[in-house]
């Protein structure tokens, strides 16, 4: 969930200062003050958890917000970089960024929301949906996010990707760059701690990206194809680190693999929820989805003047983020309707589910992209965190909004139906599938398009989604593109 740099049409509220008690005399933001207890669940398959609520002698925590997202800074944390922007004549153009404004809040490290654990069971079973698309609908409405129990992939498969993803991060740090993100023209790769900046603030975390794992387009041309084109290709395996790691690639690859079937599930119940048939999504995301899946590790730091926030506060950009994280803690959400902020605590045995700015934009601001940052690491040991991003075919043109979408509250989902349920009928009438379009537009793909720098967002067309993809990972990651992306072949 660390995805950053929304696009500009999609406008993260700023908040006004929310008046907070203490009785600490201490300014020092406690970061890890929270006591994360192992939650109870109950018999029913669906749980609610409520977030941690910090003691009333928690120091509060000083926010700076900008216009488009809320950036952290600690009271007695000194802002230690500024983003360096890499410019020359072709950096494609993107949607204009709205001016950046700032103002002050002191924002209580705590939340008295519950956060719903679903169980993908009940998901599953016909008894059962009704309840489960209901209280998905009420969770990506309210906070627009979830976590998720019995969602088929092993406990086994989970902590082996943790361990993988941990064995790589004890590797020397001359066999990590043997990785470095900037080798790829995919955007795959090591990224060391302090290079990735969140709003302006330097990110305290190391990381490690994967994608799909294809053959590169031979046709691509830098400066002449379009941009998103070049993400497709191979991810990086170099041969020392394989032999120091034969578990590495095999592993990454096989939670990618089920990580995607589980996506594909979780799409099929986020339209379920709108309202829409069951394969409503599924052209969109074709048999060949763009995915990232980014490892990050947040050492344990002692001092708050020692480094900055572990991930900035932001929206993630596309549709879906699936998470796998520790028990160590540290990701705190906000809720939408208060800007209060939640710690959206490790539960065993689940994934976090949140909505991206995608979804958002499609439901006008029915279901939340949920703002979320990762506080300072003061465990004493490090975090860990695997955060899953699921998106549309490069090629797919996303319509702006779903045509008449029912914004009820609660909808009756008593004869909702799965793909593999659903009478097979010909001469079925759908557009993509399930995804109406306003007055009949019919919208070409980007591959298609002349221009070699399309814009993410089009007002009348929708957008492209390998755009919105090539936007943030650009934004990201500015020397993967200076490297790659600037010269003519």
């Known amino acids: 969930m660390f995805e950053n740099h929304a696009p500009a049409d999609i406008v993260i509220p700023t908040f006004v200062e929310i008046p907070i008690k203490s009785t600490s005399s201490s300014s020092t933001t406690a970061a890890s003050a929270s006591r994360i207890t192992t939650p109870t669940y109950s018999s029913s398959s669906t749980t609610t958890i409520t977030a941690t609520t910090l003691s009333s002698e928690t120091p509060s925590t000083t926010i700076t917000t900008i216009a488009n997202a809320a950036a952290v800074t600690s009271s007695n944390t000194t802002a230690t970089a500024s983003a360096t922007t890499t410019t020359n004549a072709t950096t494609p153009t993107y949607p204009t960024t709205a001016a950046v404004t700032t103002t002050t809040e002191k924002v209580a490290t705590k939340a008295n929301e519950k956060v719903k654990v679903l169980s993908l069971h009940d998901f599953n079973n016909p008894a059962t949906r009704p309840r489960f698309l209901t209280d998905m609908r009420e969770s990506l409405i309210e906070l627009g996010t979830f976590y998720i129990k019995d969602h088929g992939i092993t406990t086994e498969m989970t902590a082996g990707a943790m361990k993988t993803v941990q064995d790589y991060f004890a590797l020397p740090l001359e066999e990590k760059k043997k990785m470095l993100i900037g080798n790829s023209r995919h955007f795959r790769g090591y990224k060391l701690i302090g290079e990735e900046f969140t709003n302006n603030q330097v990110d305290h975390r190391e990381q490690l990206q994967f994608g799909p794992e294809q053959s590169a387009l031979p046709s691509f041309v830098p400066s002449q194809s379009p941009d998103y084109q070049g993400l497709q290709g191979p991810n990086q395996w170099p041969t020392s680190t394989l032999a120091l790691l034969p578990a590495f690639q095999p592993h990454i690859l096989e939670f990618m693999r089920q990580l995607e079937t589980l996506s594909h599930r979780l799409m099929e119940a986020v339209a379920l929820s709108l309202g829409q048939s069951a394969h409503y999504f599924r052209d969109l995301f074709s048999e060949t989805p763009y995915y990232r899946l980014k490892a990050a590790k947040y050492p344990s730091v002692k001092n708050t003047k020692a480094a900055t926030i572990g991930c900035g506060a932001h929206k993630d950009t596309g549709f879906l983020t699936v998470l796998l994280q520790d028990m160590v803690g540290g990701l705190q959400g906000q809720i939408p309707a208060t800007g209060e902020w939640m710690d959206t605590r490790p539960v065993p045995e689940t994934f ?31 975090r860990y965190s695997i955060p899953y991003f699921f998106d549309p075919a490069l090629d797919t043109r996303v319509p702006n909004q779903i045509e008449n979408l029912d914004r009820s509250a609660h909808l009756d989902f008593s004869n909702a139906q799965t793909r593999e349920e659903l009478p097979k009928a010909d001469g079925e009438n759908f557009c993509g599938l399930g995804i109406t379009t306003q007055d009949d537009v019919s919208f070409p793909t980007t591959a298609s398009a002349s221009s070699s720098r399309q814009s993410a967002v089009d007002e009348k067309e929708g957008w492209s989604s390998g755009a919105l993809v090539f936007e943030t990972v650009h934004r990201c990651h500015p020397e993967v593109y200076a490297r790659w992306y600037t010269r003519e072949e």
């Open 352 to 382: 976090i589910v949140t909505m991206g700015e995608a979804m958002e934009r499609m439901t006008g601001g029915l279901y939340q992209a949920t703002v979320h940052r990762v506080l300072n690491n003061m465990s004493g040991q490090d």
